[in-house]
């Protein structure tokens, strides 16, 4: 109904693809640091910020993509078979749409779709051990929560994202500007502390009653005076301990890392247990977006993989990763591998895999002669989302029971020596018996005769064996 009182112009407005995009999110920023760091302005960013732009053949043929004017074919459908690209401006002090191809972002979700991977939240996977982590999706009710969601008031309930900031992650000019936003909302502060109050005594008199054997209804409410209050507030100021985990609750923060062991004897804010998702955030701070990032809304892993010809399979089809960077020295230090599984740049791959079948070529040096790159076949087995908003998958090595319904085997090298050897025409050669007869061929003595017999007497035992 509200749509017909609409203006025709309002209408066609309302409709149109350029109206209907979403604002541009912040980019990520580079953390501070006082050395010197070399980026490059056309990287790939951690996670998109603008959205991506599709058009239907039929008005790609036309150029129309929904837009203020149409987009040049050659830099769209000329370039790729499914254009898809991104608006960095509409119109620009030439009067042209500014504009940049969105497969980099668009490409990797769908690679990462093909994983059928649910998200997990954030857990550290120990690759000197066999033990999967556990999966635990961040879809629960217990802990899909936000600060507004009704269910923080069930036990044992936890959310994602708090009202306040992190403080740990502040600096020290957004850390003064929250200060003087806390103070301008003081007396809200001290109404809601006054409440805490009146709500704590009301449960130790209700405790106190229930002990006495007294008519809990018959209790009269709790009255707290400003006397009371100003006392009750100068015994938390005396003390951090007491003080550290009321701001928190009050201001609505979440909870600072662990304190370091050198401050544990002096007195310090504490902070009350962390009502985080998962202990990775207590350390490195909450999620900037939900703890799935919209990558996947399946649940649980319970998924069968029925291949067409030996049927059910305990693990779905192995994924082919390419080897970026092999071990070694990177910037002084000891650099772990770096794989690509999906788009997706992953640390150190199933380490104590590679110790019990062997590293795969290309893993410990960079191998020129390999074709097409280093790769071999992994198994994921687990997705989360950082606090940074970029994504964490962890992979074992693909066992052979993996590979084996499909076909797949890893690249294995030829054996280069014994094809240069037959090339130089190189034949076989077995010792010879007299080598020991040549040292003194003008009179065989006894030592001849011994060397000999024990030439041949090694070369029997050897052919026995």
């Not at 007294?214 to 015994?235: G, M, N």
């Not at 895999?353 to 994921?380: C, M, R």
Request: glycine content about 6%; proline content about 9%; overall charge positive.
């Amino acid at each position: 109904m509200s749509s017909a009182r609409l203006s025709p112009t309002a209408n066609l407005l309302r409709r149109s693809r350029l109206f209907a995009l979403p604002q541009t999110l912040t980019p990520p920023q580079e953390p501070p640091t006082s050395r010197v760091t070399y980026t490059s302005e056309t990287a790939t960013l951690p996670h998109p910020i603008r959205a991506s732009i599709a058009s239907p053949r039929s008005s790609l043929a036309r150029g129309d993509w929904g837009l203020k004017r149409p987009l040049p074919a050659k830099s769209t459908s000329a370039q790729a078979r499914r254009p898809i690209v991104r608006i960095l401006e509409h119109d620009t002090y030439e009067h042209v749409t500014d504009f940049e191809s969105a497969s980099d972002h668009t490409v990797t979700l769908e690679k990462f779709q093909e994983l059928h991977m649910p998200m997990s939240l954030p857990t550290k996977v120990n690759y000197a051990t066999s033990i999967v982590p556990r999966h635990q999706s961040p879809f629960e009710t217990h802990l899909d929560n936000t600060n507004t969601s009704a269910g923080l008031d069930q036990p044992g309930a936890r959310q994602y994202k708090h009202s306040g900031p992190w403080l740990a992650g502040l600096s020290e000019a957004e850390f003064h500007a929250y200060l003087k936003k806390v103070q301008r909302g003081r007396p809200a502060i001290m109404h809601k502390l006054r409440e805490q109050l009146v709500a704590k005594r009301t449960a130790e008199r209700k405790k106190q009653a229930q002990d006495n054997g007294e008519d809990l209804q018959a209790l009269s409410p709790v009255q707290v005076t400003d006397e009371e209050f100003q006392v009750y507030l100068k015994k938390l100021r005396a003390d951090p301990f007491a003080l550290g985990p009321v701001v928190f609750e009050l201001l609505d923060l979440p909870s600072s890392p662990a304190v370091p062991s050198d401050r544990i004897g002096q007195k310090y804010f504490q902070s009350p247990g962390t009502k985080l998702p998962s202990a990775e955030y207590a350390v490195t701070g909450p999620p900037r977006t939900h703890p799935s990032a919209g990558l996947s809304y399946s649940r649980s892993h319970a998924l069968l993989y029925n291949h067409p010809k030996f049927g059910p399979q305990t693990y779905q089809r192995p994924v082919e990763a390419r080897i970026l960077r092999p071990k070694g020295r990177f910037k002084g230090k000891t650099a772990k591998a770096i794989a690509g599984v999906g788009g997706i740049a992953v640390e150190d791959l199933n380490a104590m895999t590679f110790v019990e079948q062997g590293s795969p070529p290309g893993l410990a040096a960079f191998d020129a002669t390999i074709p097409g790159g280093a790769k071999y076949y992994v198994t994921p087995i687990r997705a989360s989302i950082n606090s940074e908003g970029r994504i964490n998958l962890a992979s074992y090595r693909a066992s052979a029971s993996a590979k084996a319904p499909h076909g797949l085997e890893d690249y294995r090298k030829p054996n280069t020596l014994k094809i240069a050897d037959y090339a130089r025409g190189y034949q076989r050669t077995v010792p010879r018996l007299d080598r020991g007869m040549r040292r003194n061929t003008s009179a065989p003595g006894p030592e001849s005769q011994g060397s000999t017999e024990d030439i041949a007497r090694n070369l029997m035992k050897t052919l026995s064996s």
